[in-house]
């Protein structure tokens, strides 16, 4: 996993979006985009900043709680009451985890638009913010939940993409789709985990050249790294 820093100025912009905002839903224009990992980042960071913070999870297919925090998962239904074991506070308890259902999937009783609106409704009674880690929009997965049908349910959404591997077409037609299924799309996060950073690539170069790269690396990697003040991949 890749922990990105809630110090960062590009989560600092993120966050500075969610004024007046009490539900987020982040979702991924393809699978494997780093979308949950911007989510958590999100949801410390407006944890951080005073909020009680649910970190909602619908992604039955890869659930970040479970398989990346170690989060037990339990039995739960978006349309039943939901057992306080399912939830599992950290730290001092401004941020709570719900993760996705033990079975890896939602009935399809559950998947109804009106069960999901009472459910997050009926959240907002005890915590000030709900960051929702959702699927991706282009891939179906028959367990789990659609974009189309979490679109409208939550204030605002998210779009995450890769930069080195996602066509913008790509990034278009998800776009698309969540605002035609009604998505309040405040935003889309470009993520350059896949990107070499600068030293890394100048290490490339030189590792091309052999005993004449590795003089000059000598030489050049010292204002190298004078200049890099961070590696801002996440």
């Keep these: 996993m890749h922990a990105l820093p809630i110090t960062y100025n590009e989560c600092e912009a993120i966050y500075s979006k969610f ?7 982040f979702v991924s224009a393809a699978p ?3 979308n949950s990992t911007i989510a958590y980042a999100l949801a410390q960071r407006a944890a951080a900043g005073g909020q009680r913070v649910l970190f909602l999870d ?5 659930s970040f709680p479970r398989d990346q925090l170690g989060l037990p998962a339990r039995s739960w239904s978006l349309n039943e009451a939901i ?6 506070p950290v730290g001092d308890r401004s941020l709570v985890f719900l993760p996705a259902p033990l079975e890896r999937s939602f009935g399809i009783e559950g998947r109804q638009k009106e069960h999901i609106r009472a459910c997050v409704e009926e959240q907002l009674n005890a915590f000030d913010l709900i960051i929702a880690d959702g699927p991706c929009v282009t891939a179906f997965n028959s367990s789990g939940m659609t974009p189309d049908t979490l679109a409208d349910v939550f204030d605002a959404v998210i779009l995450t993409a890769a930069s080195a591997s996602t066509p913008a077409s790509e990034v278009r037609r998800a776009a698309e789709k969540l605002r035609d299924a009604g998505a309040n799309l405040i935003g889309a996060v470009l993520n350059d985990r896949s990107n070499p950073d600068l030293r890394s690539e100048v290490n490339r170069q ?3 050249f052999g005993w004449l790269g590795a003089l000059a690396r000598r030489i050049v ?6 200049f890099l003040v961070t590696d801002m991949r996440f």
């Design 19 to 25: 004024a007046g905002l009490r539900s987020v839903l």
């Design 32 to 34: 494997g985009e780093g």
């Design 58 to 62: 619908l992604n039955t297919h890869q």
């Design 83 to 88: 057992p306080a074991e399912a939830f599992c």
């Design 206 to 208: 030189f590792d091309k």
């Design 221 to 226: 990697m010292p204002l190298v790294d004078r």
